[in-house]
């Protein structure tokens, strides 16, 4: 069972980048997914998740409107697409697994991907 972020690097303000989570040993579908960052010197917080059910999304109010997450139950991969990339978006970000409903608390999640360093930096 293994979870695997992937597509963070290096980019200006204002650009755009994509996470995958892939998995591989089980299968997404029943699962919700949860986009974590930490950044320097902060606590870990949640910045998206979305529902196994219905699809339903969740944002921070931090990231609203410039994240975009989604699901390809086909690929086994959730995807955050992240646009308009501020500085302080700045994190090594985070996906992980929940057998329930969506939820804010990190120890709520059972598998997590080894993180993705995302720096938004001119």
């Known amino acids: 069972v293994q979870l695997q972020a992937s597509g963070g690097g290096l980019v200006q303000p204002g650009g755009s980048l994509r996470l995958s989570c892939a998995a591989s040993g089980f299968t997404l579908d029943y699962y919700a997914i949860g986009w974590f960052r930490r950044a320097p010197g902060k606590e870990r917080e949640g910045v998206s998740c979305?529902?196994?059910?219905?699809?339903?999304?969740y944002y921070a109010d931090s990231v609203k409107g410039r994240f975009t997450i989604s699901r390809d139950n086909a690929k086994n991969t959730v995807y955050l697409q992240m646009n308009s990339l501020k500085p302080e978006d700045t994190a090594v970000y985070y996906c992980a697994t929940l057998l329930g409903r969506c939820s804010w608390y990190s120890y709520d999640y059972d598998y997590w991907g080894q993180g993705t360093q995302v720096t938004v930096s001119s």
């Open positions: 979305i529902s196994s059910s219905d699809g339903s999304t």
